[in-house]
């Protein structure tokens, strides 16, 4: 990080998740709303841990790029072996993309042995990769008075609602609303990411009255004075409370058009628990089931109250 590419590179891959999941779970939920349980992530029809490929891909180029490729001498500490402080950010961003890393490599190891809770397990880590995204963005090395810690500030929302969510997912694996927001935040995330690299780093974006400025071999993004600071500031709030409502508008308008487009296809006879197999003969024999109860509740409005001899009721 600590560049455009940096920042909308990692940014569009949270936005990738975010969105995959997020369609996943719509369909899921609208195709079996009454068995209907949150997985940690989903499976691809041809390659069945893409997801979590994608993610180790991403982590270690990330590493690679904070640690090897980024800095001048393509290794991030000092000559006596320590870490030089305008490398800290490179390291915290690298430890980052590390907790990821495992996330996604137990989750796999996880999915392959099978223990009971490995739902749970893999859910957990996911807590924990969150949990340190936000611990260490909090305590960033980097700026936090300047724009890009306004930028950070507000991320750390964002991060809080995907920590708590997948906290709540442990607990609460049937609950589609706690799935939906879990994945908006990824996504907004992502989004965020994004717009932080082009408005911290593209110098016609720049707000008014603020520069790009070369500090300790990174450029940061400096104010004139207080009041243009507080102007920038104030832009950025605008600016996020303007994506959230985008992002929540965008997550509803996404669950009404899944609806439409694969709410008849809402298989009823299926209220089992998922993975559960169903023979052609039980198919068939819930169905001659129902329909005898339909008969019989048909039958029965014809009866009056009053008779003494009930005739041939469920013919």
């Not at 719509?26 to 691809?44: D, G, M």
Request: proline residues 4%; glycine residues 8%.
């Amino acid at each position: 990080m600590g560049t455009l590419v940096g920042h909308v590179a990692p940014g569009f891959g949270f936005f990738l998740i975010g969105l995959w999941h997020l369609i996943n779970h719509i369909k899921l939920h609208v195709t079996r709303p009454h068995s209907y349980t949150s997985p940690p992530w989903f499976p691809n029809s041809k390659h069945k841990y893409l997801e979590l490929y994608l993610i180790i891909t991403g982590c270690c180029a990330s590493i690679a790029m904070e640690l090897f490729i980024g800095p001048d001498r393509h290794q991030p500490l000092d000559s006596d072996g320590t870490i030089p402080s305008n490398h800290l950010h490179n390291f915290e961003h690298s430890s980052i993309s590390l907790t990821f890393l495992f996330y996604a490599s137990f989750a796999i190891l996880l999915d392959k042995i099978r223990p009971k809770p490995h739902l749970e397990l893999t859910q957990f880590l996911g807590a924990v990769a969150f949990a340190q995204q936000l611990l260490l963005f909090h305590l960033h090395s980097a700026d936090h008075m300047g724009p890009e810690g306004q930028y950070h500030l507000l991320l750390q929302l964002v991060v809080l609602v995907s920590l708590t969510t997948t906290l709540m997912s442990i607990g609460l694996p049937n609950s589609f609303l706690v799935s939906f927001v879990r994945s908006l935040s990824i996504l907004f995330q992502g989004v965020w990411f994004i717009v932080m690299g082009f408005f911290l780093w593209t110098p016609k974006l720049i707000s008014k009255g603020c520069y790009i400025n070369l500090e300790k071999g990174h450029h940061v993004v400096r104010c004139s004075g207080e009041e243009a600071l507080h102007r920038v500031k104030s832009l950025i709030n605008l600016q996020f409370s303007w994506f959230f409502i985008g992002i929540a508008i965008f997550g509803v308008s996404m669950y009404l058009f899944m609806v439409k487009l694969y709410g008849e296809k809402v298989e009823y006879f299926s209220l089992g628990l998922e993975g559960e197999d169903y023979s052609s003969d039980d198919i068939e024999t819930q169905k001659k089931s129902d329909s005898a109860a339909l008969n019989g509740a048909t039958s029965m409005q014809y009866i009056h109250i009053g008779n003494s001899t009930p005739k041939d009721v469920g013919r």
